[in-house]
C-alpha cells in the first residue's frame, strides 16, 4: 500500500476508536469461522472486527460492509485478485454477501477493565456482611471523577459547576458526597427534590428539569427557589397559574434535525422533549412578559456519548443559539446547561473521555460566541450523572446455576429487575468472575436472572472463563442508571447498596428490600 494510502487506513481504523491491547483474540464461528490472534499485523483487523461485533456477537452483512469500506478498496481489490492474501477481508466479504449473521466472539483481556483495587479490598468484608446480590459504590473514585470535572472547567471565571443527575444514582448518600464536593442536584420528580432539601441543597443548587411535570412538582421546586427549566412552550403558562413565573428561568432546546442523536436518547425530531428552533425565541419573550428577569438555555441531545467532539458541538450550538437570542432579543443569559450525556467506556477497549479535549474545545467556542460577543459573564453548567457514578458502582451476585440446553447458561441470584441497561438497551456491561480473572475464558455463556422473562440476561454469547455454582460475578459500570432503573416485577426485591468509603469501611446505605415492602401497600389483604 502506498504510504498515503496507508495513512487514510489508518485514520479510518483510528476512527473507530477501539483500542487494540483490550482485545486477545476474535473467534469466528461457523463455515467462514477462524481465530484471529491478536498479533504483528493483526491490529487493525481486530480493531474492525471488535467495532462491528454487536454485543450479543454476532457480525451481520451490514456490519460487514461498514468493516470493508474500513478496509478500503486497495485491500479489497488485493484480496480479490490473490485470494488467501488478507483471510480477515475475505471473510468480511463472504459474511456482507451473506443473508446470516455469524457469531462471533470477541475475547478480551481482564487486565483491561480491572475492578479497582478499593472495591477488591472492600469485597471480603462486604460478601461477609451481606447476602448478594448487592450494589456497592467506591466513594473515592466517585470524588476523584468530580474532581477532574471540576479542574476540567476551572476556566470558566464566571463559575462551572455540574448538577448531578439524581436520576442516576438517587440515593442520598451518594447525592451528599457529591454536595460534599460542590455540585449541585439536577432532579426530574418530587422525591428527588425532597432528597435534594433533605441534604441541604438550597436555592440555585437544584435544577428542575422535568417533562410532563404536574402542578405540585412545580410549586415545591419554585417554594425552593430551585432553577426551572422548561420543556414546552405549554408550561408557560402552567407554571405561571399555578406557581407563579420565577425570577430565573430556563427552556430545554430540540434542536430537531440539526443534531443526530443517538442510539439510547433518539432523533431529536422523535424526542417528546424540548422547545423547537421555531419556538425558543419566543418562549424567552413570554416568560419575561410574566415577570421573568433571568434566563439559562439548556439542551440533552445525546446519551453516553464518548466522541469528544460531539458534546464541543453542542456547546457551539448552544452558544451560538444564546447569541442569536440575544441579538433578537436583549436577553442577557446567566447561564448555558450543555446537559448530561457524556460517556463512559462499558467495553474494555473504549477509552474514556478525554475531558481536557473537550474542555479545550468548548473554551475556544465560549471566546468565540460568548465573550468576543460581549454575552459575559456566562456560567456553563452541566448535569452529568452517568460520567460522574457510573464507572464507580458494581452489582456484585452470585451463581446459583450453571445449566447446559441449547447453550449454556450462568443463572445469577441477581436479575434484570436489579440492573435493567442489557435487557432494555442490550448495553454491554463488563462481568469479572472474581478470583477467575487470569483463567482462559474458554466458555461462551447466556449470564441470566431468575425473572420469567427470556431477555432477562446480563451478557448473551459472553465469553467467560469456566463457572460453577457459588461463583462471585461483579457487573462493572453499574454506578449510574443501574439501581435506579430497578422494579418489582416477579416479586422481585430491590436489593442493598453498599458503600466502599474513602476510609476504607464498608457501610450499608439502602438496606435490601423485604417482604412487607413489597405487600405493605396491599389494603384489605389478611
Ligand atoms: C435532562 C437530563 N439531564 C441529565 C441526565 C443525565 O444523563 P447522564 O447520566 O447520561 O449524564 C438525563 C438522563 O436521563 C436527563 O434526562
Redesign the pocket.
Known sequence: MKSDEMRLFQERVAALRVNPAAIESIRIHGTNGGVIQNAKGKKASIQIYTSIASNDGYINAEGAKKGLEVYGNLLREETKKSPGMHPEIEKLENIARSKQAVRCDIIRHESCKPVPERIMKALPEALRKYPTPFYIYDEQGIRETAGAYKKAFAWVKPGYRNYF?V??CPNPHIVNILKGEGFGA?C?SLPELVIAEKLGLRGEEIIF?SNDTPAEEYVKAKKLGAIINLDDTSHIGYLDKNAGMPELICF?YNPGPLRKGNDIIGDPREAK?GVTTGQIQGAYIKAMELGAERFGLHT?VV??MLDEQYLVETAVMLFKLAAMINHDTGINFDFINL?????IPYKPEQAVIDLDKVSAGIRSAYKKYIRDMDLSPVRIVT??????T?PHGFLVSKVRHVSRKYKEFVGLDACMANLMRPALYGAYHHITVLGKENKPKDHVYDVTGSLCENNDKFAVNRPLPAVVPGDVLIIHDAG??GYAMGFQYNGKLRCAELLAASGGKVRQIRRAEVMDDYLGTIENWP
Open positions: 443527575a436520576k442516576a439536577d426530574s428539569t430545554r422533549y440533552m446519551s453516553n446537559g448530561g450525556g457524556f460517556g448535569e452529568c450523572g452517568r460520567a460522574i457510573g449510574a442508571h
